[in-house]
Structures are given as C-alpha cells and as structure tokens.
C-alpha cells in the first residue's frame, strides 16, 4: 500500500495481499546498462563470498589479532553434534583463520579512530587521544582498602618472624597519573581506587607526579597503553631499591640509551596495531643476566612463565634468593628489576593465587616482592596468595 | 546458524548455492532439504529431530487431510485438522509456554504460602514459532481447499526447512507458494535481485541495527531508577530503530536468498514506522505474520462478520495472542494487550474508517505509540517495563556512564539515519521494491547498495566476532 491509497471501507489491522508471494512477481530484465551493472554485481559478489574460503582450502589464514592462541577445528563427534560444541568449535576455527578478518578489523578501527570514537566501550578515549581501559575506571571493589592493607600487614608480620623481607608494589593506574587526561565529559564516579590506601608500602604516585612536574621530562605513562613507559618503570625500581636500605640504589644506575619500541596494547583492543617508541632506559648495565625458565609439576592452568634471573657482575646485588609475585609492569621491564637481586625467581600473581603448592617448590626464600597494579588491588585475596610463601617449611 | 555470521556468509551459502545450481533440477529441492536440515542442526543440535518429527506428522496428517476433502467426509477431515492443529500447538506449546506456565503457577503458590511445583527449564528449538506456524498453514490451507497436498514429502519438507524462512520468517502461507516448491524458474535476474536483496538487507542488520544495540542494551540494561528523561528516550529510540532494522534487514535478507534459489516470498516490511495509525502500523509491520493472524485466526474467530463486539472481542484475542507468539513472557501479554486495546480505541474513534491517510502529525503520535509498546516488549519484567517508563518523567540528573559509552559518533549516526528513515519515506527505506528495477530511484538503491553498504556489510561480518584481549589468554 503507497500513501495514494486510501484504505477503502473498514481498514483492518492486517496487511493486504500485496506483496504476497508470488512467482509472477519474480524481477524481470533491466535495461541494457543496468544488466551489465547486474552481472558485475553478482560476479563481485561471488568472489567475495568463495575468495575467503578458497583461501583457507589453500592454506592462507589470516595473523592473530586478539591477544589468544588461535582456535583449531575440533574432532567431529556424535556428542560434539547434539550439544552443539562441534559447530561452535568450526564456527571458531573459521574465524580465526579466515584471510581478509584482520584487514577488516582494522578497517573498521581505523573508521571508528577517525570518526573520534573507539568502537569498543571498553577503551576510553581522553583529551589528546590519550586512551585509558575503562577497567581502571570501573574496577572491581570485592575488598576494602582497609583490608587489604591489614592483610599486607599480616604478610609483612609472617615474614618477618621468619626473617623473610617483604616488599608490596602498588603500580598506580595512568588516569590517577594522568587525571587532566581524562574525557573532559568523563562519567565514571569515584571508585574504591580513589580511596585512601595509607599503608601500602611502595606506591610510587608521588614520585611520579614528582617526574612529571619536571620541565622536558619525558611522559611516565605510554597515551595509548595501559603501562608504564621505561621512565615510569625506573623511577619505581628506584623506589624498591632504596627501600631495601642505603647504598643499593644510585642515580647512576639508570642510563637512557637510544630508543625502545612498544607494540601498544589498547589500540590492540581496537584492531589498530600501534607502536610507540620512547627513550630506552637501562638500569646498572654492567650486571649480566642470565634468564632460565623454571619447570615444576605442577599442573598450572595456563603457561604463564616462570622463571629465574641469576644477576652478576655488581658488588650491590642484594644477596640470597628472592621471589617476585608480578604482574604485567614488572614483566614487561623484568630486565630493570632483576639487576638489584642476586638470584631472583618470578611468578605471575594469578599463579601464586591459583597453586599454594608453587611456593614451597620454589622456595625458600629470603625476600618476597609482589606488584600489582592498582585496578586489580581489591581482588586479590593476599592472605591465601602469600600463606604458603610463609608458612613454615614442612618437616 | 545467523545469515550475518562468517560461517554463513562465506563458507555456508557459496557451498549451497554453487552445488543448487550445478545439481539437476529433479535433486534441487532434496539438496535444499539437506543444506537445510544442516543449516537448522548447526544451531539446534539435536532439536533437528523435533523438527523432524513435526515434518513427518504433518505430512502424513496433511496427506489424509486431503484424501478425507476429496471424498467429501466433511466430519473426518475436521477432526484431523483438529488433530494436527492439537499436535502443533501443543508442541509449541510445550517447547515455548511451558517455563512460563510453571513459573507463574509456582509464583502463585509461592503466593499462597505453598510449596512449588519441582520444575527444570525446557529448552527452546531455534525457529519452532516459525515452522509451527508453516504447518499449521498448511493443514489449514489443505483442509479449505486454498492448495493442494505436496505428494513429495520433501518438497514438504522443503516449505517446512527452506533455510532462509526457517528461523525467522517471513511466515510464509502455504497457498502463496506451493507451486514454487514443485516448479520455479531460476533466473539471473532474480538472483542478481537476490544479491540485491540480501545486501541491503545484511547493511541494514550490520550497519545499523547492529551499531545501535549497545545503546538500547545499555539503557534497558541499568537498573531504571538510574536512568533519567534523556537516557530513557534515547534507549527506547535506539531499540525502536535497532528493531526494526533488525528484523527487517533479516526479513530482506530470507527474501533475497530466496530470489537466488527462484523463489519469490512474500514482503514482510512496509516502511511501518511511516503510519500515521497503529490500525496502519499492522498492516505494514511483520506483515507475514498478520496475513497469517488474519487468514487462520481472526477469520476463523468470525471476523468482522458478527457484530462490532463480536469484532473487537475478536481483535482483541488476535492481539493478545500475537503478543504471546513474540516470547514466552507476560510483557509480551501485555504489549499485545496494549496494541488490542490501541486498535479498539481507533475503531471506536473511527481512524480505521478514514477515507484517507491521516494528517501527517498523526505519524507522530503513531511513533510515539509504538515506541511506548516497545518499552513493554524490550524488558525483561513488568516492573522494569513500568520502571523505564516512569524514567521518562525524570528530567535532570546524571545519564548512566553505561549508557553514555556506547554513545559513540558512529553510533549516534547511526541512530539518526536509522530515526530519519522512519520520518521520511523513501520507497527504498524498508527495500520493499529493490527486487524491481523498473524505477530510477530503485536502480539507484541498487547501484548504493552494490558499491557501499554491501561491502561495508562484508567488512563488517568480518569484525562482528572481533573481542580481543589486553592481556595473552593462553
């Protein structure tokens, strides 16, 4: 029915008949250029849809792009069938492996990039295109500061009763740095991460802002990454030296030597691959390191590496062993931390929570450094993650 | 299986059409029947049975149906339409009613102080409200004579399956298209208007409709105490236009797919949201499923034969069970009830008597309308129903950070060229004519839709399933 109908009589709340099925309304001819458009059109449309399968058949697939090992086609099963895992599992595959994908997901970044939005409502996008997680901004509160810092404290007291120095690493999140950095219309309100976390034993926000007040100094934080840029990184290692006591840490041991890359990881969340290139920081360059990882039988859940860094060549190397609870800061500049410790082994915090059975298989231990930054500060349970790095050695 | 899904697209579809139209004509609706049955299992799993077992009940049903016809055994043939009218519901309605009958049943006792009734959820099969309904048409359609029993069980099988209507419609009656099923000609025609069809129809899912969901899932997402006038409207504006072209764009893309295998369904959008009536508004909206809510219940009722009570008592039946048939939930009761007593009020006043369109400003009170039964529809409760609505009148205040996230440029545009698509009405809005190039403005639809949205479309079924991590998951 067009506007020009009037509805004749009584009109029902129906449609009518027209435009009901009917072959005698199958689309006839166009004319002649309009024809040659048409077979143009399903010629394009049929490469478009075969090329990408043919290119899979032929052995093309397409580059990782979401941060996670590749699907693989499933084993088909009666089961896998009925339950609907089998078609989930190929539906997976296909995805992953399918040529053109990445191209297009970075398309579709680009497109959302220009047009000032992000496309993804997890990444906020600031004032000078300076990106933020929106998990810094929203994070999960399941803990009080308050009872974080009392379990911290209980920590610090078991270890010391068994003569085991105790360090805790609170990486502040960029936005805290950065506050002017934030979306002018930010609507997040304050969070458990704005409250008072007195106690905590190095939180090197202050140090930072200090940094920052500094004329030319270069930015402690990437703009487009969730981290620390190898500046904010040696002004916390200085931090963790020198509370192991005088002499350990000295402005010598920081050198800024060419430039380093980052492949950053927020426009990743984008589709769009980024890298940053920032002045190369190197702390005590005379330690040599040597790096093995650690293999134990332990059936972790996942591969998160753990590792040992034995350091030499310094006669202000912290002796003795040291355990490093890390999380993404301290790994990606591990080669900043290791040189302050004679012989350091480090554990990803997700490990040291889901296996108790780790640390008396790595230990012991005469120092425990645990860093985390702070938007995961109020998950960790630290009572169960720490109790078995102090609990007294069996037998 | 979604049409907008990569496994569909590029693996799924190419497959079927290129093995369709090498295979023989006499194998061509057996190798459709097949592809369909797969393309049903990949999202059923073993609900593919169920599916099967309603095929073949109604087969034979339908099959002694029209024997007990011909012979003019009026009496036998009713009671078999009465069978397999019982059959079908009755599965419907235990797939579908079920949860919803025991939890309101248990509401009650618990009500009462009682203990309730033990009870574990049943699954729902993907497209039930859909092949149900084929076959209730087609038992119907057989028992008056409008169209002849289909001897091959799988040409039947293929009314039932046909891939493109199977999970989402268009409900397509019986009599439109049984001769279709047992001999079509397949043209490049048809199935470059097909190629049409499905792009447009794949631009407007993707593009639009999929760009503003995050916002209408944002804001009927918060608890609605936290929402105020602005985030309100602009939820239920976003889920009005994320609707329509939602279900829309999936209508045009069953009515292109069907065009590539020569199969011409029927029109299921009318650019609805350009009534200036809601009495309008049906006749344009899912308008498959109003033929059939006319052609085998409201006429089966009486009609508008018996009297003006008899009528509304009639669409106000009609309506309330069109709003049950939308989802097993009493927001669905109601926003039926809402629509019934909507097109009661315009008989009473007369619109549905009109000689003409209504004054244009009527168009806005009909959106108005609608999109107020939109909140019903959309929530998940009554109560989250009437606490969204009473966040219209809530001016001032903070809209929720959810909400004004996915308030992104990209979105916003989208959302106002999906909104002024329902103000202007361009024949090429809802592509109701795109499968005829008989008209400029249509071959310029084509033309757009070739060179932009359908390759836009294609990128963006290539990112759909992007979610990326910060950190390596191992």
């Not at chain 1, 940053?276 to 293999?295: M, S």
């Not at chain 2, 697209?9 to 079927?16: E, G, K, N, T």
């Not at chain 2, 009639?314 to 309506?319: D, E, G, K």
């Not at chain 2, 202007?424 to 005829?436: C, F, K, N, S």
Request: aromatic share 12%.
């Amino acid at each position: 029915m067009t506007d020009s109908e009037a509805p004749a009589g009584v009109a029902q709340p129906f449609a009518s008949e027209a435009g009901a099925a009917d072959a005698r309304h199958l689309p006839g001819p166009p004319p002649g250029p309009w024809r040659l458009l048409d077979r143009l059109v399903v010629a394009g449309f049929a490469a478009a849809l075969v090329l990408p399968a043919a290119l899979l058949v032929a052995g093309v697939h397409a580059a990782q792009v979401e941060n996670r090992a590749p699907r693989t086609l499933p084993a088909l099963s009666i089961a896998g069938l009925a339950d609907m895992t089998w078609p989930a599992g190929v539906d997976g595959f296909l995805t992953d492996h399918l040529w053109p994908r990445p191209y297009a997901i970075r398309l579709r970044g680009e497109v959302y990039w220009l047009s000032g939005g992000t496309g993804n409502p997890d990444v906020i996008r600031g004032v000078d295109d300076w990106l933020f997680i929106r998990e810094e901004l929203q994070p999960p509160c399941p803990r009080a500061p308050a009872q974080q810092v009392a379990a911290l404290e209980r920590a610090a007291a078991a270890f010391g009763q068994r003569g085991i120095e105790f360090r805790f690493v609170l990486v502040p999140d960029k936005h805290t740095i950065y506050p002017e950095k934030l979306p002018t219309s930010n609507p997040f309100p304050p969070s458990c991460v704005d409250t008072n976390r007195e106690g905590v034993m190095i939180d090197p926000t202050a140090a930072f802002q200090a940094a920052r007040a500094m004329p030319g100094a270069p930015e402690v934080y990437y703009d487009e990454d969730t981290h620390w840029t190898p500046m904010g990184a040696a002004i916390t290692v200085g931090e963790l030296a020198r509370s192991f006591g005088p002499g350990v840490w000295s402005a010598e041991d920081v050198q800024v030597s060419g430039r380093t890359r980052r492949v950053l990881d927020t426009p990743a969340l984008l589709g769009l691959p980024r890298v940053a290139v920032t002045p190369k920081v190197v702390i005590r360059p005379e330690v040599l390191q040597r790096r093995v990882d650690v293999a134990l039988p332990v059936a972790a859940g996942n591969t998160r590496e753990i590792f040992r860094i034995t350091s030499t060549g310094s006669d202000r190397l912290l002796p003795g062993r040291t355990l490093i609870v890390y999380d993404s800061y301290f790994a990606i500049d591990q080669q900043m931390v290791a040189p302050y410790f004679a012989d350091s082994t480090w554990v990803h915090y997700a490990d040291m929570q889901a296996h108790p059975e780790l640390a008396p298989l790595l230990g012991p231990f005469d120092r425990v450094i645990v860093e985390r930054v702070v938007r995961g500060f109020y998950s960790i349970d630290f009572d169960a993650m720490l109790a078995p790095a102090y609990a007294p050695a069996p037998g | 299986m979604v049409f907008s899904s990569i496994t569909f697209i590029f693996f799924f579809l190419p497959a079927v059409l290129a093995a369709y139209h090498l295979a023989p004509r006499r194998v061509r609706n057996g190798l459709l029947v097949f592809a369909s049955l797969g393309f049903y299992a990949w999202g059923a799993g073993a609900f593919v049975l169920a599916l099967l077992a309603s095929i073949a009940t109604n087969y034979v049903i339908g099959a002694q149906l029209e024997r007990r016809v011909d012979r003019g055994e009026t009496a036998a043939a009713k009671r078999l339409l009465a069978l397999g009218v019982v059959v079908n519901v009755a599965l419907l309605g235990w797939f579908k009613y079920a949860n919803l009958g025991v939890a309101t049943w248990n509401a009650g006792l618990t009500g009462a102080g009682l203990p309730t009734v033990p009870w574990a959820d049943v699954l729902l099969p993907i497209g039930i409200s859909f092949f149900t309904f084929h076959s209730l048409s087609y038992l119907v359609d057989v028992y008056r004579g409008t169209a002849r029993h289909l001897v091959s069980p799988l040409d039947f099988a293929l009314y039932i399956t046909f891939f493109p209507q199977l999970i989402a419609g268009p409900i397509v009656r019986f009599h439109e298209i049984r001769d279709q099923l047992v001999q079509r000609n397949e043209t490049f025609d048809a199935f470059a208007a097909g190629v049409y069809r499905f792009g447009f129809g794949l631009a407007k899912k993707v593009v639009i409709a999929d760009t503003v969901a995050p916002i209408a899932n944002a804001a009927f997402g918060v608890p609605t105490d936290e929402l105020n006038t602005t985030a309100a409207l602009v939820g239920v504006l976003a889920y009005t236009v994320q609707l329509y072209f939602d279900f829309s764009g999936y209508s045009d893309m069953a009515l292109g797919l069907a065009l590539m295998f020569g199969i011409r369904f029927p029109e299921n959008f009318d650019r609805p949201y350009a009534s200036r009536s809601i009495t309008e508004f049906w006749r344009r909206w899912h308008m498959s499923l109003s033929r059939w809510f006319r052609d085998y219940l409201y006429i089966s009722l009486g009609g508008n034969r018996g009297s003006a009570a008899a009528t509304y008592r009639n669409l106000v039946i009609v309506f309330l069970v069109t709003g049950l048939w939308h989802g097993a939930n009493w927001t669905f009761v109601a926003w039926g009830a809402y629509h019934g007593i909507l097109l009661l009020l315009e008989r009473v006043a007369g619109v549905a008597r009109g000689r003409g369109p209504r004054p244009r400003p009527w168009q806005a009170v009909t959106i108005v309308l609608v999109m107020l039964g939109w909140v019903l529809f959309r929530s998940p409760s009554i109560e989250h129903a009437l606490g969204y609505l009473g966040a219209f009148l809530r001016p001032g205040g903070q809209m929720p950070f959810e909400v004004t996230l996915v308030l992104e440029p990209l979105a916003i545009a989208a959302l106002v060229a999906g909104a002024a698509s329902a103000l202007i009405p361009p024949t090429w809005v809802t592509g109701v004519r795109l499968a005829y190039p008989d008209v400029t403005a249509n071959r310029l639809a084509r033309l757009a839709t070739a060179a932009v949205l359908l390759p836009v479309a294609l990128i963006l079924v290539l990112t759909g399933s992007f979610s990326p991590f910060l950190y390596f998951q191992f």
